[in-house]
């Protein structure tokens, strides 16, 4: 089969010098093993920090290692598990053709109407992020305006409506004007800042959210988190998800620099791991899947073709170059 390897640790961006495609055998399935065929790879913002030997929330890939994340497929052949031909199972894959993998990470999926990608997306991960990144720490109230960064991505798409769904007023920021039109046609935000198209965020937030901000969700740290901290009310809840604006950092710049806010306002600060979760994940994927069937929460997902494709998916993320879930289709 062929698999990516992690080539070399990149040093800022990654290139093609990071990613190499190799032809591997694998053998038949072990006990408890099961062959699957790989249908849908899900590249994520979270690999970067894998590639980096440093601390990161995951654990650091090593050189040589095979580049690996959650991913859809077909069981082909399997010895003595509880699966048979024919599945279509969710888990923690290589970025193969095909992976043999430990029964026990595998999960049989039904997503019944809805593509068998969306357990990478709305009803998988980046959904479970949303959903008690949402609920559970920044606490969207009737009447509250709420801000959510990377507005048209996989998590702040799902974010910025279930905080719709609590009665909030919801702006996001995000990098095209395609995207903002997305982010207030399809998935209801009051408002969206373009921020590729303006030099003063804080400006273009004041005029936005006018009576300040009671929630937001970061999705990218940077110059959009402290024109969004010089924003909040008293009382005000912040979730840290993600900063992918310095993922690819080779210094930190310094900051977050408008930290003086939090003590005019007492505004609290929260991180979080989906992770963390998992015992609740089911709850999670009945409720989304069940709000997705009734048109209360829409979706999108950017599909790009070919394993081949796959690192490009992937930088593609640091980009803005995908509209929701970034998944690659495997023939
Ligand atoms: P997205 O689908 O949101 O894709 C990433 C998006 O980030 C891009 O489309 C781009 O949109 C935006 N972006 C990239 N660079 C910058 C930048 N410099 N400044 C502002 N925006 C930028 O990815 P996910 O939904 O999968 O993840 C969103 C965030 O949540 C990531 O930071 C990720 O690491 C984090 N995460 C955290 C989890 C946790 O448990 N804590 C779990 C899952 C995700 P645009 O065109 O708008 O710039």
Known sequence: TERYFLAERPDGVPDDETFDLRTIDLGDPAAGEVLVKIRYLSVDPYMRGRMDAGESYAEPWEVDEPLEGGAVGEVVDEAGTEFEPGDTVVGNMSWSEYHL????????????ALPVSTALGVLGMPGRTAYFGTREVLEPRAGDTVVVSAAAGAVGSVVGQLAKLQGARVVGFAGSDEKCEVVEEEF???????????DDYIEALSEAAPEGVDGYFDNVGGPITDAVFTQLNVDARVAVCGQIALYNAEEMPTGPRKLGKLIETRA?????????????FEEATADLAEWVAAGEIEYRETVTEGLENAPDAFLGLFEGENIGKQVVRVE
């Open 188 to 198: 209801g935000f009051d408002a969206c800042i373009n921020y590729k198209a303006t």
């Open 101 to 112: 993998a430990d029964a026990d990470g595998l999960q049989r999926i039904e997503t019944g």
């Open 268 to 280: 609290r600060v929260q991180g979080l791991l989906v992770g963390d979760f998992a015992p609740r």
